[in-house]
């Protein structure tokens, strides 16, 4: 049986994991502050971490950019001191909710993977049990899932479509795996068939290996 991926998601763990967050904006006296924000906002894609990356890198660009302006040099050198200090300062706070998203993603990434654990034990028990809870079926529209299957797909079962957004594959794959289900007389026995008759990267090997399940 084709055994799950040990490989889980991992952007950071332990409660060490990006403390240079809070280092590098003191220590550069505020001119990299915007190097945390730009790590997260590349892990997170949210549109709060890009804002706080362009406000940060242009409080760098303002210091950098005062001493060729006709402002007198007094006092581009009291706004320079001004943004240092602010930057420096504001920075590893501000970062710190960022820090606390990208540590918190692997512990609920472990959370799933044991959900899918359990899942996949009840169903391999008590398939009957396993389709009443809805077990590797996609919620329907506008109604949750009564039972947390940490996202498990029943690749007997789904569509093309249903497969690549579970499994995150693409529209492509998915589809030479329901071919190949198909071929097969409309479902798979094992796992390691899927691999065998719709030919997939080890990465793609292992998001199946992950999210896919065959109910009885």
């Given at each position: 049986?084709?055994?799950?991926?040990?490989?889980?998601?991992?952007?950071?763990?332990?409660?060490?994991?990006?403390?240079?967050?809070?280092?590098?904006?003191?220590?550069?006296?505020?001119?990299?502050?915007?190097?945390?924000?730009?790590?997260?906002?590349?892990?997170?894609?949210?549109?709060?971490?890009?804002?706080?990356?362009?406000?940060?890198?242009?409080?760098?660009?303002?210091?950098?950019?005062?001493?060729?302006?006709?402002?007198?040099?007094?006092?581009?050198?009291?706004?320079?001191?001004?943004?240092?200090?602010?930057?420096a300062?504001?920075?590893?706070?501000?970062?710190h909710?960022l820090?606390?998203?990208?540590?918190?993603?692997?512990?609920?990434?472990?959370?799933?993977?044991?959900?899918?654990?359990?899942?996949?034990?009840l169903?391999?028990?008590?398939?009957?049990?396993?389709?009443?809870?809805?077990?590797?079926?996609?919620?329907?529209?506008?109604?949750?899932?009564?039972?947390?299957?940490?996202?498990?797909?029943?690749?007997?079962?789904?569509?093309?479509?249903?497969i690549?957004?579970?499994?995150?594959l693409?529209?492509?794959?998915?589809?030479?795996?329901?071919?190949?289900?198909?071929?097969?007389?409309?479902?798979?026995?094992?796992?390691?068939e899927?691999?065998?008759?719709?030919?997939?990267?080890?990465?793609?090997?292992?998001?199946?290996?992950?999210?896919?399940?065959?109910?009885?």
């Open positions: 049986m084709m055994s799950a991926s040990p490989h889980s998601p991992r952007l950071g763990t332990g409660r060490w994991a990006y403390t240079w967050y809070y280092v590098v904006p003191p220590l550069t006296l505020g001119l990299l502050a915007f190097v945390p924000f730009l790590h997260a906002a590349t892990r997170l894609h949210t549109r709060s971490a890009w804002i706080k990356t362009a406000v940060y890198a242009a409080g760098t660009a303002t210091i950098l950019l005062l001493g060729n302006t006709s402002i007198p040099e007094d006092a581009a050198g009291t706004i320079s001191t001004l943004l240092i200090l602010t930057m300062i504001t920075a590893p706070f501000v970062a909710p820090r606390s998203q990208l540590i918190g993603i692997p512990k609920a990434a472990a959370e799933e993977r044991k959900r899918r654990a359990a899942a996949r034990a169903a391999h028990r008590d398939p009957v049990m396993a389709r009443e809870l809805g077990i590797g079926l996609p919620p329907e529209p506008g109604h949750e899932k009564t039972y947390d299957d940490g996202g498990l797909i029943d690749v007997n079962t789904a569509t093309a479509p249903q690549a957004a579970v499994c995150r693409g529209e492509t794959t998915a589809a030479r795996i329901t071919q190949a289900r198909d071929q097969l007389g409309g479902r798979f026995t094992a796992l390691e899927i691999g065998a008759f719709a030919p997939l990267s080890d990465a793609e090997t292992a998001q199946i290996a992950e999210h896919a399940v065959l109910l009885r």
